[in-house]
C-alpha cells in the first residue's frame, strides 16, 4: 500500500489554505506508542486483581477490567488532547453486504489461525517441553450469554478502540501497511500468551485491514466479536460433549492442550507426515477461501482518503521507541511463562506468576 499523502492545513482555523475544509488532528507515533505502553502496564498489574476481589462473579469483574484498563484510557487520551472522536476512531457506517461478508471472512480465518496456533504450540512444546493453556469453560446457556457478553461485546469493543482505533491512526504516518502490522503485533503481546501469538498476530492483521479498507472501525468489532464469540461457542460445545462422556478430559482444565501435543508427537513417523500433510492441505484450502473472501471485500469498497488530517512532523523512530516499557513488561512475562513451563521456576517466580495470574 502506498503511505499517506497529507494535505497541509492551517491548524489553529481547523480550515484548508482555501478554507473550503475542515481538518483535524490525528494522534502521533509517540502519542500511539505511549498509550500503548501505559495501557499494557496498567492492565498487566491491575487485570488480575481486579477479577480476584471478593465481589461479584468472573464476568462481572472481567467486564469491569475490559472497561476500566482497556477502553478508558484512549477515551481519557481522546478526551485530553481534545481529538476529534468520531474521525479519529473511524465511526463510519458500514453496508450490510461488508457486514456479511466480515463474518464469513472471520469465521474462515479460524481454521488459519487454528493451524498456525497448532503450530506455534508445537514449536513451544518442543523448546519448553509443555505447553499450559487455560481453557473457558461454558457450562450452561446462562454462562454462554455471559460469555457472549464479556469475551465476544465487551474485548470487541474495548480492544477495539484502543488498538484498531487510537493506535492505528497514530501509525499511519509510518504507512498503511506498516501501521496495520505493527498495531497487529502490539495486539497479538498484549494477550500475554506467547503460545498462541502467531494466531492473535494474524488476526490482529486482518482486523486491521478491515477497519482500513471499510473506513470503519466498526468493521473490526464485528470481525473481533465473530471470532470470540466463535470460540465460546466452541467451548461449551466442548463442554458438553465432556458432559456425555464423548470426549475425555475437555473440562475446561489445562493440561488436554500439552497431553494432546504429547500424543502428536508420539505418532509413529508415517502417520505424523501424513497427518502433517492433512493440515497442509486444509490450510492451503481455507486461506484459499479466505483469500477470496478478501478480495470480495475489497471489490466492496474503496481506499479511503486521509485528506481531512492535517500534517505534523515528528521523529518516527524517536516515536516508536515509547513501546519499549511496555515490549519490556510483555518479554519479562513470556520469560515467566517460560520458565514456568520448563519446571524451573523457584518460590519467588511462583509468588510473581500468582500475582500477575500467569
Not at 478554507?19 to 505502553?37: D, M, N, Q, W, Y
Not at 504450540?121 to 473457558?136: A, T
Not at 497487529?184 to 498476530?201: E, I, K, N, S, W
Not at 472501525?217 to 470481525?223: F, P, Q, R, T
Request: net charge positive; aromatic share 10%.
Amino acid at each position: 500500500m502506498n503511505e499517506n499523502s497529507f494535505e497541509k492545513e492551517d491548524v489553529n482555523s481547523g480550515m484548508s489554505h482555501e478554507g473550503t475544509r475542515r481538518t483535524f488532528s490525528k494522534p502521533t507515533i509517540k502519542e500511539a506508542s505511549v498509550l500503548f505502553s501505559i495501557a499494557l502496564i496498567i492492565f498487566m498489574l491491575l487485570s488480575n486483581l481486579i477479577v480476584r476481589l471478593p465481589v461479584g462473579d468472573y464476568y462481572i469483574k472481567a467486564i469491569s477490567a475490559e472497561i476500566l484498563l482497556v477502553l478508558l484510557p484512549p477515551i481519557i487520551f481522546l478526551f485530553h488532547k481534545k481529538y476529534d472522536i468520531r474521525k479519529v476512531l473511524r465511526l463510519n457506517k458500514i453496508s450490510f453486504i461488508n457486514i456479511v461478508l466480515i463474518v464469513f471472512i472471520t469465521c474462515f480465518s479460524i481454521p488459519v489461525v487454528g493451524i498456525l496456533n497448532f503450530a506455534n504450540m508445537l514449536i513451544i512444546k518442543l523448546i519448553f517441553g509443555s505447553i499450559n493453556l487455560p481453557q473457558v469453560n461454558i457450562p450452561d446457556v446462562v454462562t454462554l450469554v455471559k460469555g457472549f457478553i464479556v469475551i465476544g461485546m465487551s474485548a470487541a469493543v474495548c480492544e477495539e478502540v484502543l488498538f484498531r482505533g487510537v493506535i492505528l491512526r497514530g501509525y499511519e504516518k509510518l504507512g498503511n501497511t506498516k501501521a496495520i502490522i505493527i498495531t497487529a503485533f502490539l495486539f497479538g503481546l498484549m494477550h500475554h500468551d506467547f503460545q498462541r501469538f502467531l494466531g492473535t498476530f494474524l488476526l490482529g492483521i486482518l482486523m486491521g485491514f478491515l477497519v482500513y479498507r471499510a473506513d470503519s472501525i466498526y468493521a473490526g468489532m464485528v470481525a473481533h466479536f465473530t471470532n470470540n464469540s466463535l470460540v465460546v461457542l466452541l467451548s461449551y460445545g466442548l463442554g458438553k460433549l465432556s458432559t456425555l462422556g464423548k470426549i475425555a478430559g475437555a473440562n475446561g482444565g489445562t493440561s488436554d492442550g500439552d497431553q494432546s501435543l504429547s500424543m502428536f508427537l508420539a505418532m509413529p513417523k508415517i502417520q505424523l507426515i501424513t497427518t502433517l500433510g492433512i493440515f497442509a492441505v486444509m490450510f492451503v484450502c481455507f486461506l484459499a477461501a479466505l483469500g477470496g473472501l478478501v478480495y470480495a471485500f475489497m471489490k466492496t469498497t474503496t481506499v479511503p482518503s486521509d485528506t481531512d488530517f492535517e500534517t505534523r512532523d515528528e521523529s518516527k523512530v524517536k516515536g516508536l521507541l515509547w513501546i519499549i516499557p511496555g515490549v519490556a513488561v510483555i518479554v519479562l512475562i513470556y520469560l515467566l511463562q517460560g520458565v514456568s513451563m520448563a519446571g524451573m521456576e523457584n518460590e519467588f517466580l511462583r509468588s510473581i506468576i500468582k500475582v500477575l495470574g500467569l
